[in-house]
């Protein structure tokens, strides 16, 4: 999912702490999935996650819904770019209202207030998570998925497993 849309380089550590769903492969159908994972399985090529975009129907009502936001407090799904708009519904199912936020005494009166309905992050990348009995940040993000990414790419083995998903899932919609 990480390949499909772009956000601005200073919130690349906070969406790759949010979003762990940088990693999975996106499909629009139960059977381009399956017929995914049954390449993965014939060519041994390994295992791999799968967002299954028709299973992700839930998340239309919520997508939809008008969510006010405190004033400078955007969330992660709005800053995304892609270029197909139904990418915008992946990248919702996996960030849901999830925010990024520079933590001061407003913010966290604000997040408060609000904390039922979104999970938040501050600028510093420490994950807030709606479970929390308080606002009181984790202190490590995780590693840069898209670094991470980027490395992954570099080797010749990820290329091929993900040259042959590409053309198995173009033959799919044909």
Known sequence: MGDLGAIDAKYDVAIST???????????????????????????????????????????????????MPEGVPRLFDLIKVRDERMKFAFFAA?????????????????????QQIDSLNSQHSY???????????????????????????????YRRKRRLINLYKGLKS
């Open 95 to 115: 960030l849901g209202n999830t925010v990024v936020a520079k933590i001061s005494t407003r913010e966290y009166d604000a997040l408060g207030t609000m904390f």
């Open 128 to 158: 807030i998570e709606k479970q929390l009995d308080s606002l009181e940040a984790a202190s490590q993000p995780r590693k840069d998925e898209l670094d991470r990414l980027e490395e992954l790419k570099k080797e010749n083995n990820f």
């Open 18 to 68: 949010a979003c762990p769903g940088l990693d999975y492969i996106v499909v629009e159908t139960t059977g381009a999935a399956q017929a995914c994972v049954e390449l993965l399985r014939r060519e041994t090529l390994g295992v791999a996650t799968f967002m299954i975009l028709e299973k992700q129907v839930e998340y239309l009502p919520k997508l939809k819904e008008k969510v006010s």
